[in-house]
């Protein structure tokens, strides 16, 4: 919120570009520091239809990884793919959905 209060009040700022209306996806300013995630489903996938897909919002790089299923164990397994292959976020957004909100991945990300 402080950045959009120095963006509102910049005179320069407004003459390049209008302001972001309120629920645009923020991006990060640099690779690793803001992500977002989320699980969609792909029915032709059979059993492995929960898709789980990570986005580093600076540079579009992307992973998306297969389960059976999008609880809290889905969720990790795809993140420790995504933590070695991208590196380890300041940030990720999320929808806040159960498996996010759950307990186990809160105790997984602490450790990272």
Same mark, same amino acid.
């Not at 302001?19 to 996806?25: Q, S, Y």
């Not at 299923?69 to 806040?96: N, Y």
């Given at each position: 919120?402080?950045?959009?209060? =120095?963006?509102?009040?910049? &005179? &320069?700022?407004?003459?390049?570009?209008?302001? @972001?209306?309120?629920?645009?996806?923020?991006?990060? !300013?640099? #690779? !690793?520091? !803001?992500?977002?995630?989320? %699980?969609?489903? =792909? #029915?032709?996938?059979?059993? !492995?239809?929960? %898709?789980?897909?990570?986005?580093?919002?600076?540079?579009?790089?992307?992973?998306?990884?297969?389960?059976?299923?999008?609880?809290?164990?889905? %969720? =990790?397994?795809?993140?420790?793919? %995504?933590?070695? =292959? @991208?590196?380890?976020?300041?940030?990720?957004?999320? &929808?806040?959905?159960?498996?996010? #909100?759950?307990?186990?991945?809160?105790?997984?990300?602490?450790?990272?």
């Amino acid at each position: 919120m402080e950045a959009r209060g =120095i963006v509102e009040s910049c &005179d &320069d700022c407004h003459a390049l570009a209008p302001p @972001l209306p309120a629920g645009v996806n923020p991006r990060g !300013l640099r #690779a !690793l520091e !803001l992500w977002q995630t989320d %699980v969609t489903q =792909i #029915a032709e996938f059979g059993r !492995l239809k929960y %898709v789980h897909v990570t986005v580093d919002t600076f540079s579009s790089a992307m992973w998306a990884s297969t389960h059976t299923g999008e609880k809290a164990h889905d %969720v =990790i397994c795809h993140w420790r793919q %995504v933590f070695a =292959i @991208l590196g380890t976020p300041s940030t990720v957004k999320t &929808d806040i959905g159960p498996a996010y #909100a759950s307990q186990q991945v809160r105790q997984f990300l602490q450790l990272w």
